[in-house]
Nanobody
Framework: QVQLVESGGGLVQAGGSLRLSCVAS????????MGWFRQAPGLEREFVAA????????RYADSVNGRFTISRDNAKNTVYLQMNSLKPEDTAVYYC???????????????????WGQGTQVTVSS
């Protein structure tokens, strides 16, 4: 069982930046591909970014590509999401997730992930 804890959310003005962190209880986080998702009120949870277990590959949703960067430090059991040029439409609860499914299975949907954190709120004011 992998426990994930997100942090780093908060209130920021449009154009600002935040860095989210996700710390895993599992010592062998390097065995997991990791993803970030977000969910705004009344909407379904949507894919934001994913990173391969080795850190060698990443994937982004079109809506955040070029503004957000996902990274990981397996030695610290931590995955990050650097969010720049934030927009009001980025407001949501952000969740990190872990999966052992293969990277080439296109890990952009919620059923592909096995473990989830509790989420951290990001609010972007206009």
């Amino acid at each position: 069982q992998v426990q994930l804890v997100e942090s780093g959310g908060g209130l920021v003005q449009a154009g600002g930046s935040l860095r989210l962190s996700c710390v895993a209880s599992e010592r062998a986080l390097s065995f997991y591909n990791m993803g970030w998702f977000r969910q705004a009120p009344g909407l379904e949870r949507e894919f934001v970014a994913a990173i391969k277990w080795s850190g060698s590959s990443t994937r982004y949703a079109d809506s955040v590509n070029g503004r957000f960067t996902i990274s990981r430090d397996n030695a610290k059991n931590t995955v990050y999401l650097q969010m720049n040029s934030l927009k009001p439409e980025d407001t949501a609860v952000y969740y990190c997730a872990a999966t052992q499914k293969l990277w080439n299975s296109v890990l952009t949907t919620t059923p592909k992930y096995d473990y989830w954190g509790q989420g951290t709120q990001v609010t972007v004011s206009s």
